[in-house]
């Protein structure tokens, strides 16, 4: 007679063997826990792969929770969480396929399994496991409910897009639906069979960011890099995603754009050019030399921003949602007579002073950009020559004058309020940057160490 160990063993090998079987077949991956290393601040999850029969691939189900974050400890989360790992991995070694029809599956093992579970299981923290997984909810039997153990890239994207409306500017939200579109082109493009969000990997990631670094430059990759860590750690946090694996992208060292400054025959050489060829640009120009704004804030302005009885101007600036600046006479009375003109108008548009223009703010700034591209190839200025190095200029040469009568303290003072900067540390860093705070000549110096 056998007794019960040979029964055990023997049962061990038929189980062993079937599940060996159904492996071969390779259509799911082993269900794993996701415990984010023990953070019970996130929601934990066990989670596994079925081969779609459409497409061949890989493809992640539904995460499975069945309540488990309602528990504070983590060893009652392990608990409950290893028990629905053990019976979903049960379930799919009995036949469950969540692409095929489990009716049979569900008459002859469902209402068992659930007695089961009930009668016999007791979590740690004496909570019921009436919340034990009910495989029915991970059948899909539409294409509604296919549709939904996944989230398509597009999908995906659009859904963290709206979700950082209101944390981000409209010119960052602008630059992040650009460099997602881009993304998305590229995909279709390289990997047309790559439908769904988890399907991305590390390595696709990579050879995009590689592709741009070869058209463009090392700062563009990382500003790629940049938004898609931000968009994909938004997904993590909403468990779109698993985990957002571009944070383990290492950034890559760049070049900083130069905004070489000119001198001063430079500068009138271009001032007169335009006068003579593009008076529009020469105006939009000297809003940012002798206001000091960037070009992408003299685009912002509408004709109401310029207050004519006070002399000043508001804007959206870098750092605040509004500033006022004065606008000094060496620009204010060059401006033309804006009484006439609609309040609501963009101030600077292609064309003329003063008028609608139905277009982004970046292709706004693009466009002048672009205007003065023309001008500086045909002038023979180099590419480090830009519009932004009109405010390192005119800043550098109002401070040498200030200096002229002013200690160098007095003189950063009374800049730090023409320039907007918020903090002496932030403009002495600027004025380094620029190279604007050079020393005084110091050849009297060489002179006494060689009388010594």
């Excluded at 409910?145 to 209101?166: G, H, P, T, Y």
């Excluded at 439908?195 to 990997?201: A, P």
């Excluded at 271009?270 to 804030?297: A, G, T, W």
């Excluded at 800049?415 to 900067?421: E, K, P, V, W």
Aim: charged share 30%; net charge positive.
């Amino acid at each position: 007679m056998q007794n019960i160990q040979q029964l055990v063993i023997l049962e061990h090998i038929n189980e062993h063997n079937f599940e060996h079987r159904l492996r071969q077949n390779n259509k799911f991956t082993t269900p794993k826990i996701n415990d984010f290393n023990g953070d019970l601040k996130k929601r934990w999850y066990v989670y596994f792969y079925y081969r779609n029969p459409a497409t061949g691939r890989m493809q992640r189900m539904n995460n499975i929770y069945g309540g488990v974050n309602r528990l504070k400890t983590k060893s009652a989360r392990y608990a409950l969480l290893k028990l629905y790992m053990s019976r979903l991995e049960h379930f799919l070694n009995l036949g469950y396929d969540p692409f095929g029809n489990n009716d049979e599956l569900h008459s002859k093992y469902l209402k068992k399994e659930k007695e089961e579970i009930k009668t016999n299981t007791t979590v740690s923290s004496g909570q019921s496991n009436s919340e034990s997984i009910n495989i029915g909810a991970l059948q899909p039997n539409s294409e509604d409910k296919r549709e939904a153990q996944s989230i398509s890239i597009e999908k995906a994207f659009k859904k963290a897009i709206e979700l950082k409306q209101n944390v981000v500017g409209k010119k960052t939200l602008e630059d992040y639906n650009a460099r997602l579109n881009s993304l998305q082109r590229w995909f279709k493009k390289e990997y047309k069979s790559i439908v769904y969000i988890h399907e991305i990997q590390k390595s696709h990631i990579v050879k995009y960011l590689n592709q741009v670094l070869l058209n463009s430059s090392a700062r563009n990759r990382n500003n790629y890099r940049t938004v898609f860590s931000s968009i994909f750690q938004l997904l993590e946090d909403n468990d779109i995603i698993e985990r957002n694996f571009i944070k383990s992208i290492k950034q890559i060292k760049s070049k900083p754009k130069r905004h070489k400054t000119y001198s001063d025959k430079e500068q009138e050489r271009i001032f007169q050019h335009l006068e003579e060829n593009d008076p529009i640009l020469l105006l939009f120009i000297k809003f940012i030399s002798y206001n000091f704004l960037r070009p992408v804030e003299v685009c912002r302005l509408k004709v109401k921003d310029i207050n004519l009885e006070e002399q000043t101007l508001q804007y959206t600036s870098k750092t605040k949602n509004l500033a006022i600046k004065l606008i000094p006479d060496i620009l204010f009375n060059q401006l033309p007579d804006l009484s006439l003109l609609d309040p609501n108008d963009f101030l600077f548009t292609p064309k003329k002073i003063g008028g609608k223009w139905n277009a982004s703010e970046i292709n706004r700034r693009t466009n002048f950009s672009k205007r003065f591209k023309k001008v500086k190839e045909e002038l023979g200025f180099s590419e480090d020559h830009t519009l932004y190095s009109f405010r390192h200029t005119f800043i550098t040469r109002l401070y040498k004058s200030i200096k002229e009568t002013k200690s160098p303290f007095e003189a950063k003072s009374m800049l730090m309020q023409i320039t907007g900067h918020e903090t002496m540390e932030a403009l002495v860093k600027y004025l380094r940057d620029i190279n604007a705070e050079l020393p005084n000549d110091y050849s009297d110096y060489f002179k006494l160490s060689q009388n010594k």
